[in-house]
């Protein structure tokens, strides 16, 4: 059975820091193009950062631009976002999705592109 499952969530304050994991069960991650999304109560689904299959090629919007890091450890089959300098408005439910691709360079950031997600992981800033 294929796998995402995220971890590392949490209530912080505004200025903190949390790092989200996403580890894969059930497939290796090397052939995947991977993202984060978040999704606040009454808001779609927002792409926050995807990593391409060589992890040379990362994308963010510029609401995370300079705060937030992803990054992927292939032989720990796992996926990572690094937030810093959180915010109230950045309190959501955070998912990790992959997408299979053959391209080395793909970082999708459209939630349509992908086709297998994690049960998401609640992030609330807050002081």
């Known amino acids: 059975q294929l796998q995402l499952v995220e971890s590392g969530g949490g209530l912080v304050e505004p200025g903190g820091s949390l790092r989200l994991s996403c580890a894969a069960s059930?497939?290796?991650?090397?052939?995947?193009?991977l993202g984060w999304f978040r999704q606040a109560p009454g808001k779609e689904r927002e792409g926050v950062a995807c990593?391409?299959?060589?992890?040379?090629?990362?994308n963010y919007p510029d609401s995370v631009k300079g705060r937030f890091t992803i990054s992927r450890d292939n032989t720990m089959n796992t996926v990572y976002l690094q937030m810093n300098s959180l915010k109230p408005e950045d309190t959501a439910v955070y998912y990790c999705?992959?997408?299979?691709?053959?391209?080395?360079?793909?970082?999708?950031?459209?939630?349509?592109?992908?086709?297998?997600w994690g049960q998401g992981t609640q992030v609330t800033v807050s002081s």
């Open positions: 059930g497939f290796t991650l090397d052939s995947y193009a």
């Open positions: 999705a992959a997408r299979t691709t053959r391209f080395q360079a793909l970082c999708p950031m459209d939630r349509l592109e992908f086709g297998l």
């Open positions: 990593i391409s299959r060589s992890g040379i090629n990362t």
